[in-house]
């Protein structure tokens, strides 16, 4: 089945540094790739939408300058958290869609600033 | 997208059926039923969808009403390792937009 990976699985870092993480869609082209953060105990929000070749589109209250979304090619979308403080402490995770198939998911990536 | 309603939480014994309840009684004609599961530190597992017709695969069957105003998704013999949170949502696959997810129902499988 569809299989989207996420780099790194978590990560650990001092405030003020920035953090890239990758999500790649391993078997198949995606069309469109979502961005989710889920705080403890909370479900999934969606940060912003990710076409291949444009801008990325950010859901209210998310800041598109300090999470900046690159998706290069149709396998891969980067998440870039700069200037990192502790509120943006999160686990992130990524979702892949191709045409009107169910989107899968990556597993994540724990994000903890120090 | 329509709003669902689940149940907060759910037991169910190991080698039981599990059916996990969803309400969603303002779905529109185009929007699918879709459900996922997130284990524990994990990203969400698409389990299974469907328009109008009960549907079954390798890992659940879902049961739509008729009037598409809720539905079930069964579990035929829960084991351990299906305890998570279970997301039912309404979706609408034509526009590929934002999968909402709720609450959703925690269930936990008990030997």
């Known amino acids: 089945g569809a299989v989207v990976s996420q780099h790194p699985s978590w990560v650990i870092c001092k405030s003020g540094t920035s953090v890239k993480i990758e999500c790649r869609s391993l078997?198949?082209?995606?069309?469109?790739m979502f961005w989710y953060r889920q705080f403890p105990k909370q479900s999934l929000m969606l940060m912003a939408t990710?076409?291949?070749?444009?801008?990325?589109?950010?859901e209210q209250g998310v800041e598109k300058d300090k999470f900046l979304i690159n998706h290069a090619s149709l396998t891969l979308s980067t998440l870039t958290v700069t200037s990192a403080h502790p509120e943006d402490s999160s686990f992130y995770i990524c979702?892949?869609?191709?045409?009107?198939?169910?989107?899968?998911f990556g597993d994540g990536t724990r994000l903890s600033i120090l | 997208d329509a709003k669902t309603t689940q149940p907060t939480s759910m037991d169910c014994a190991e080698g039981r059926a599990a059916n996990l309840p969803c309400n969603h009684s303002t779905i529109s004609g185009n929007e699918y039923v879709y459900w996922y599961r997130q284990i524990h530190s994990q990203g969400p597992q698409y389990i299974i969808h469907?328009?109008?017709n009960n549907e079954t695969n390798e890992m659940a069957s879902l049961i739509i009403t008729e009037d598409r105003k809720s539905s079930t998704l069964i579990l035929p013999h829960a084991t351990l390792r299906d305890t998570a949170v279970y997301y039912c949502?309404?979706?609408?696959?034509?526009?590929?937009?934002?999968?909402?997810f709720g609450t959703g129902t925690r269930l936990q499988v008990t030997l």
């Open positions: 990710s076409n291949e070749g444009s801008k990325a589109t950010y």
């Open positions: 949502i309404a979706y609408n696959t034509g526009t590929a937009s934002k999968l909402t």
């Open positions: 469907g328009l109008k």
């Open positions: 078997d198949f082209q995606a069309t469109t």
């Open positions: 979702s892949a869609i191709y045409s009107n198939q169910p989107q899968h």
